[in-house]
T-cell receptor, first 115, second 114 residues
């Protein structure tokens, strides 16, 4: 089974702090994604990466950055956390190839509260 | 670009009753369609997917969905729900060529009561 592991299930941070959310997948997937989930808004794509050291902005990249130094790891960085970044963050991965359908495999999520 | 509309934010239903969760999509190209389920405090897991072929797709836990190209819909159904089906359900779409990037609907919360 594909396993996508997010390092922290719950975090509480203060406004202005730098926050790192880590995600690791064990299936050698090329693509990795960070989504933000808010009630009534569904899942919104923050950033994605289709290869090591490659990244692309999603729909709501402002206030976030990402890092992908190794294929299995994709980090989301909040340079200076703000209260409007309080949310559930979901990491996902997918593979590339003939059978690629866009199906995503998700981690369990990281619930971030910024005070 | 693709978009997804889930018209119902919440659907209350009694146990053992049938349920339908609605999903409509928009796309200028052919699509792949997905339903994901999210149980409380968990990530999303795949319920079922439509890639091609038969328009009636069966998934896990007794759910099924029907792809209707003319109505651009992909409604999810279950003939008899259980308490354990209480969860949030997300419809998602992607174009079937190029880099596939899923676009999600806003979700429908299914509330099953005894």
């Amino acid at each position: 089974d594909v396993k996508v592991t997010q390092s922290s299930r719950y975090l509480v941070k203060r406004t202005g702090e730098k926050v790192f959310l880590e995600c690791v997948q064990d299936m050698d997937h090329e693509n990795m994604f960070w989504y933000r989930q808010d009630p009534g808004l569904g899942l919104r794509l923050i950033y994605f990466s289709y290869d090591v050291k490659m990244k692309e902005k999603g729909d709501i990249p402002e206030g976030y950055s990402v890092s992908r130094e190794k294929k299995e790891r994709f980090s989301l960085i909040l340079e200076s956390a703000s209260t409007n970044q309080t949310s559930m963050y979901l990491c996902a991965s997918s593979f590339v190839g003939v059978a690629n359908t866009g199906e995503l495999f998700f981690g369990e999520g990281s619930r971030l509260t910024v005070l | 670009a693709q978009s997804v509309t889930q018209l119902d934010s919440q659907v209350p239903v009694f146990e053992e009753a049938p349920v339908e969760l609605r999903c409509n999509y928009s796309s200028s190209v052919s699509v792949y369609l997905f339903w994901y389920v999210q149980y409380p405090n968990q990530g999303l897991q795949l319920l079922l997917k439509y890639l091609s072929g038969s328009t009636l797709v069966k998934g896990i836990n007794g759910f099924e969905a029907e792809f209707n190209k003319s109505q651009t819909s992909f409604h999810l159904r279950k003939p008899s729900v259980h308490i354990s089906d209480t969860a949030e359900y997300f419809c998602a779409v992607t174009g079937n060529t190029g880099f596939q990037k899923l676009v999600f609907g806003t979700g429908t919360r299914l509330l099953v009561s005894p």
